[in-house]
């Protein structure tokens, strides 16, 4: 049967271990997809970003696309109706600041035109200082007269120039189609000037609808040109605090992109329809968006999220085995209190019959007349009467552990004298049997204090104490008694023998229902007097210990709180 359990339990550990073993694993496994998955997200969240702002921007540079096949003196009219149309159905209008016109002249006075809106037509002005850094450019690359761009300029793309930030691109003309193959003719340059606080802003947008959560942002966002910022999420952010990078990318495509040919694209002398193409400006750094998790690196977050999981696994597994442990030991528990039970019910029964068959013994010789003699009757009376109480006294034990596995006691504290009781329950218990031959001492200092006690109680609790110390004494046939303060209120109150004393693996279980020592087998017994003892003790609000050397006695020490102060009745 033993072997059986140390079977089951070896089992259980087992299994326990490969359920650790297995969810390590898995959890590894649970890892690596969850980075994947947050990794595919993020790419997602940056290309979706990127294509948004991109969108933004065609929508205005395709306002102002040319027809290449226009006459020259139509592009300034239509420039200014796209421009109205463009504002009636944006949802940006403020992302245009003003509209130019750079017109390459044959003469040496070029101008330069500004979309005025609100009369729909272009008027003649001064470079404003915003667009001082591109003038030197535009009028490098406009031929004087008009004629084919510089190799280096990028016919049909525009351009971001980022720190203006504006969008520029040549206006060509192909109103001859007998000359497609000839060099295309530039006429100027057409200059959209952006609201930097509008693109901010746009880029706020689009960072809060793809990189944040219901409690905020799950990453810092910034977009950086040369290791400035352009754009970001929280104002703190650095440049170092955005390192390592979980994911980088160019909004724009790169300058080196190749140009595209429109008349490669003719159909009949009319362009087929097509985005245009945005590129950034050769001389500055690409905006870049820059995203970085706000726990870290996404593999500091997956690894924080991995231990997580596995101290929360693992504490269900260590809540499963100390579940099993206790189930254990509540198992082994049970049976040992099973085994007390039983012993103790063989014991009562021994214990119960032995007075029960005396009293008869004796009662049925008085009643016959067998005993005639006074003295001889004396001597059954005081049988009858000494098994009597011993009979009492343990019916009383049974009925008062019975009663407190079914209620509370109630205890009527109040100033009780010690040497009262010390002297009351040491001549109880010289009248019994198990008495004779005990020497009884006692040692009670004069100026012991009442102690709040309900004499009833502290009687029997005392009792069981000298009563425990009678049947332990072994052969040295002494005990005493005890009674001294014990500082800060309290009074100490001791029963000593020299009897054969407690093995230390028995003394932690000695206050247990049923429970007998080692040393005590052979001694009759219901088990239950120490357990009623320290239940009294603590019910009217004092402690029980115990103390021993094996083979040279114990000592009991009951200590409770002194009655100086006003007694408070207590139910436990």
């Known amino acids: 049967m033993a072997l059986r359990r140390v079977?089951?339990?070896?089992?259980?550990?087992?299994?326990?271990?490969?359920?650790?073993?297995l969810q390590y694993r898995w959890s590894l496994e649970v890892s690596r997809a969850e980075r994947t998955r947050i990794e595919t997200s993020l790419n997602n969240s940056v290309n979706q970003f990127r294509q948004e702002f991109y969108r933004e921007l065609t929508q205005v540079s395709t306002t102002f696309h040319n027809d290449p096949m226009a006459e020259p003196e139509d592009f300034w009219t239509t420039y200014a109706e796209r421009y109205q149309a463009w504002a009636r159905t944006t949802s940006r209008p403020d992302l245009v600041t003003n509209v130019y016109v750079w017109?390459?002249?044959?003469?040496?006075?070029?101008?330069?035109?500004?979309?005025?809106?609100?009369?729909?037509?272009?008027?003649?002005?001064?470079w404003p200082a915003s667009l001082a850094s591109l003038r030197a450019r535009v009028e490098n690359e406009s031929p004087q007269?008009?004629?084919?761009?510089?190799?280096?300029?990028?016919?049909?793309?525009?351009?971001?120039?980022?720190?203006?930030?504006?969008?520029?691109?040549?206006?060509?003309?192909?109103?001859?189609?007998?000359?497609?193959?000839?060099?295309?003719?530039?006429?100027?340059?057409?200059?959209?000037?952006?609201?930097?606080?509008?693109?901010?802003?746009?880029?706020?947008?689009?960072?809060q609808r793809y990189f944040s959560g219901p409690d905020g942002f799950i990453y810092n966002v910034a977009v950086m040109s040369g290791g400035e910022p352009i754009y970001r999420s929280d104002p703190q952010l650095t440049a170092a605090s955005l390192n390592p990078k979980d994911a980088r990318t160019a909004l724009l495509p790169g300058p080196e992109m190749p140009p595209r040919d429109p008349a490669a694209r003719l159909r009949k002398g009319r362009p087929r329809p097509r985005g245009a193409i945005i590129i950034p400006s050769r001389d500055e750094d690409p905006w870049q968006l820059v995203v970085r998790h706000r726990g870290g690196s996404l593999e500091a977050v997956v690894a924080a999220d991995r231990w997580r999981n596995l101290l929360l696994s693992f504490g269900v597994l260590l809540v499963l085995a100390v579940s099993m442990a206790l189930v254990i030991v509540s198992a082994q528990r049970a049976r040992r209190l099973a085994r007390l039970q039983l012993e103790f019910v063989a014991g009562v029964s021994h214990e119960l019959r032995t007075p029960v068959a005396v009293i008869c013994s004796a009662a049925d010789n008085l009643a016959e007349g067998l005993v005639g003699a006074?003295?001889?009757?004396?001597?059954?009376?005081?049988?009858?009467?000494?098994?009597?109480?011993?009979?009492?006294?343990?019916?009383?034990?049974?009925?008062?552990?019975?009663?407190?596995q079914s209620r509370r006691a109630s205890y009527d504290l109040r100033p009780v004298a010690v040497s009262e009781v010390v002297a009351s329950v040491l001549a109880n218990i010289a009248a019994l049997p198990e008495a004779?031959?005990?020497?009884?001492?006692?040692?009670?200092?004069?100026?012991?204090?009442?102690?709040?006690?309900?004499?009833?109680?502290?009687?029997?609790?005392?009792?069981?104490?000298?009563m425990n110390a009678?049947?332990?004494?072994?052969?040295?046939?002494?005990?005493?008694?005890?009674?001294?303060?014990?500082g800060e209120g309290r009074v100490r109150i001791g029963v000593e023998d020299r009897g054969v004393g407690i093995e230390p693996a028995d003394l932690a279980h000695i206050f247990e229902p049923f429970y007998r020592g080692k040393n005590g087998q052979t001694i009759h017994g219901t088990g239950l007097g120490l357990s009623l003892a320290r239940d009294i003790a603590e019910g009217m609000g004092g402690r029980l210990e115990a103390s021993s050397v094996p083979g040279r006695g114990s000592t009991f020490t009951l200590e409770l709180a002194a009655a100086a102060e006003k007694p408070v009745p207590q139910t436990v």
């Not at 012991?448 to 005392?462: E, G, I, K, N, Q």
Request: charged share 25%; proline share 7%; hydrophobic share 50%.
């Open 103 to 126: 017109r390459a002249s044959a003469s040496a006075e070029s101008k330069l035109l500004m979309l005025v809106p609100a009369d729909n037509r272009f008027v003649e002005v001064e």
């Open 436 to 466: 004779a031959g005990v020497t009884m001492e006692r040692a009670i200092d004069p100026d012991v204090p009442a102690v709040a006690a309900d004499p009833t109680a502290l009687t029997r609790c005392l009792e069981n104490l000298v």
């Open 374 to 404: 006074k003295d001889q009757v004396k001597e059954y009376g005081s049988v009858i009467r000494n098994e009597g109480r011993r009979l009492a006294g343990m019916i009383e034990q049974i009925l008062h552990f019975a009663a407190g």
């Open 145 to 207: 007269p008009p004629g084919p761009p510089a190799p280096e300029l990028r016919a049909f793309a525009w351009t971001l120039e980022q720190r203006i930030p504006a969008l520029v691109r040549p206006v060509l003309n192909f109103s001859r189609p007998r000359r497609m193959q000839q060099p295309r003719v530039i006429l100027g340059f057409v200059i959209v000037e952006l609201n930097r606080a509008a693109i901010e802003h746009m880029l706020g947008e689009l960072a």
């Open 470 to 486: 009678v049947k332990y004494g072994g052969e040295g046939r002494w005990l005493l008694v005890r009674a001294a303060r014990a």
């Open 7 to 21: 079977g089951l339990v070896v089992l259980l550990a087992a299994v326990l271990v490969l359920l650790a073993v």
